[in-house]
């Protein structure tokens, strides 16, 4: 497929030194889960479900300053690749409404080819590699890792999105959550998965920091 060859190109060019876990291999991890429930998925376009996994991050405002150029960018790539301006459409679509924060007041209701998208981005933040973002990501930050004294919050909401508390308690504040947020039965149950992990975790993490085992 020569067309999504030149876009994985742009889009490597675009994230390639982010150090915030939106770097290029977020994009070949959800790339792949997207295919992964493609498969298992009906009535959807691959085309358009690996189109979007690619270029959902490019117009990211935690990742540009102007995302209004940034949209205006892509766009252009897309004709110049020969997309239509329906599928062009489509994709924007899916890309700009796609995001958790985008959703935490208002569920916008996807396509089913950006359900797929979304569900295989929510996907990698969850399960191991989940784990590993969320140290990675505190890290950036320089966020504590977690403190026995604090309650989980679990009430983020857009003006708090910023306002870090803990790493422990980011599984709280969303990943937790994630899974009942699937869009299709095939991501529910590898987030099912992943989720159980990820509670087996936050479980042994706070036993040995009690110096319980
Ligand atoms: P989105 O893709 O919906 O924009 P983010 O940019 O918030 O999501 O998340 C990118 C990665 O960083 C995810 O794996 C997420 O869990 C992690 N992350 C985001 N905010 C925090 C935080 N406050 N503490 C730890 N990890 C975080
Ligand atoms: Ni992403």
């Excluded at 189109?51 to 990211?60: E, P």
């Excluded at 599984?171 to 039965?185: C, R």
Aim: net charge negative; hydrophobic share 35%; proline share 2%.
């Amino acid at each position: 497929m020569e067309t999504i060859d030149k876009l994985k190109q742009y889009v490597e060019q675009q994230l390639g030194d982010d150090t915030t876990g939106h770097d290029y291999t977020h994009i070949q991890r959800v790339v792949a889960l997207a295919k992964t429930i493609s498969e298992q998925t009906e009535n959807d376009d691959l085309l358009i479900v690996l189109t979007a996994a690619y270029l959902h991050d490019v117009i990211d405002d935690k990742l540009v300053d102007d995302t209004y150029d940034k949209q205006k960018e892509v766009q252009s790539k897309l004709v110049q690749l020969d997309y239509t301006s329906a599928q062009i459409d489509e994709v924007m679509d899916i890309i700009t409404h796609m995001s958790y924060s985008a959703n935490l007041k208002h569920h916008y209701e996807l396509t089913i080819n950006g359900q797929i998208v979304q569900d295989a981005d929510r996907l990698d933040a969850i399960g191991a590699i989940g784990v590993a973002r969320a140290m990675y990501f505190g890290g950036h930050f320089g966020d504590t890792i977690y403190d026995p004294e604090q309650m989980p919050r679990n009430d983020m909401d857009k003006s708090q999105y910023r306002e870090h508390t803990t790493v422990i308690n980011h599984f709280y504040e969303k990943l937790f959550k994630l899974p009942d947020l699937m869009n299709t039965p095939a991501a529910k149950e590898m987030a099912d998965r992943r989720s159980q992990y990820m509670h087996d975790f936050v479980r042994e993490f706070k036993d040995e920091w009690q110096g319980i085992h």
